[in-house]
């Protein structure tokens, strides 16, 4: 079956500095990746779409500078939380979906700690 | 953004017995998921469906999806230990559209 690999699964950093996630498409071809950030005890919230070879889609009220989306390949997309702050702390999930799919298979989620 | 509302919030049950959660949407979908998820991990599609009235099973796991497309089911026969988890509904317009989820169902089993 469809597999997505999200690296790191737990990164503490301190204020001020970026972390960058990976997220990659084991066994399909991404066209479409998903960046999710769920809190302790609610549900998943939808931060961004990117397709492949464009720039990111992202919901209202998500800062695009500060969320940076990277979708360079059809395997490979990338998240990268910059200037993070303690505020920044959660856990971001990513999923992907193939044109051919109408399920969306998620990644194991990065736990991000910022202190 | 939008989100289902899930019900209930939570459930207590004892092992054995059966589950049944709902989820519903002021708008309709024409695609709707349901997702396990344990602590600390990502979200594992349990079943999918992808017509009204449409009724499938995974196990000991069955959903269905509304007639009026705004509405979708999930029962669990004979629960276990470790259907412990957080259960959310998700849902698509289309077949290009970002998912909406659900506020989620917590299941605890006790023995």
């Known amino acids: 079956g469809a597999v997505v690999s999200q690296h790191p699964s737990r990164v503490i950093c301190k204020s001020g500095t970026s972390v960058k996630i990976e997220c990659r498409s084991l066994?399909?071809?991404?066209?479409?990746m998903f960046w999710y950030r769920q809190f302790p005890k609610q549900s998943l919230m939808l931060m961004a779409t990117?397709?492949?070879?464009?720039?990111?889609?992202?919901e209202q009220g998500v800062e695009k500078d500060k969320f940076l989306i990277n979708h360079a390949s059809l395997t490979l997309s990338t998240l990268t939380v910059t200037s993070a702050h303690p505020e920044d702390s959660s856990f971001y999930i990513c999923?992907?979906?193939?044109?051919?799919?109408?399920?969306?298979?998620f990644g194991s989620g990065t736990r991000l700690t910022v202190v | 953004g939008q989100q289902l509302n899930q019900s209930p919030q939570s459930m207590f049950i004892q092992e054995g017995e059966d589950v049944s959660m709902n989820c519903t949407s002021s708008?309709?979908?024409?695609?709707w998921l349901w997702y396990k998820q344990d602590p600390g991990e990502g979200p594992v599609l349990l079943i999918a469906?992808?017509?009204?009235?449409e009724l499938t099973s995974n196990g000991r796991l069955t959903a269905q999806f509304g007639i009026t497309r705004k509405d979708s089911f999930l029962n669990i026969s004979a629960s276990i230990p470790s259907d412990v988890g957080i259960y959310f509904c998700?849902?698509?317009?289309?077949?290009?559209?970002?998912?909406?989820f659900g506020t989620g169902t917590r299941l605890q089993v006790t023995l």
């Open positions: 990117s397709n492949e070879g464009s720039k990111a889609t992202y």
């Open positions: 469906l992808y017509k009204a009235g």
């Open positions: 708008s309709i979908f024409n695609t």
């Open positions: 066994d399909f071809q991404a066209t479409t």
């Open positions: 998700a849902g698509h317009p289309g077949t290009a559209s970002k998912l909406t």
């Open positions: 999923s992907a979906r193939s044109g051919q799919m109408y399920g969306y298979t």
